[in-house]
């Protein structure tokens, strides 16, 4: 694995345990950050978690799953708004 490789990684799996934090703000920075660098070495989201590893990604969707902590902005108490 090139350097570049490795940094992109290492800087994808910082991101990606972002998306579990309970600051809705900081989630949705991950996720856009991270949609910026896929973009940016044309990669799917597939691509980025086989690139980031496959148990750390399904750690954070475990816990983004589970947890109360939603970064798109809804909680598993709150109601839909219309």
């Known amino acids: ?6 940094k992109l990684r290492e800087t994808l799996r910082k991101l990606f345990a ?11 920075t991950a996720r856009q950050k991270i ?3 896929a973009a940016k070495y044309k990669m799917t989201w597939n691509d980025v978690i086989e690139l980031v590893g496959k ?28």
């Open 1 to 6: 694995m090139t350097k570049e490789k490795q």
């Open 18 to 28: 972002l998306l579990g934090s309970p600051n809705k703000h900081e989630a949705d």
């Open 35 to 37: 949609d910026e660098l």
């Open 55 to 82: 148990a750390q990604a399904m750690t954070i969707t475990q816990k983004l799953l589970t947890n109360s902590c939603r970064p798109w902005g809804t909680s598993a108490k709150s109601k839909p708004t219309s």
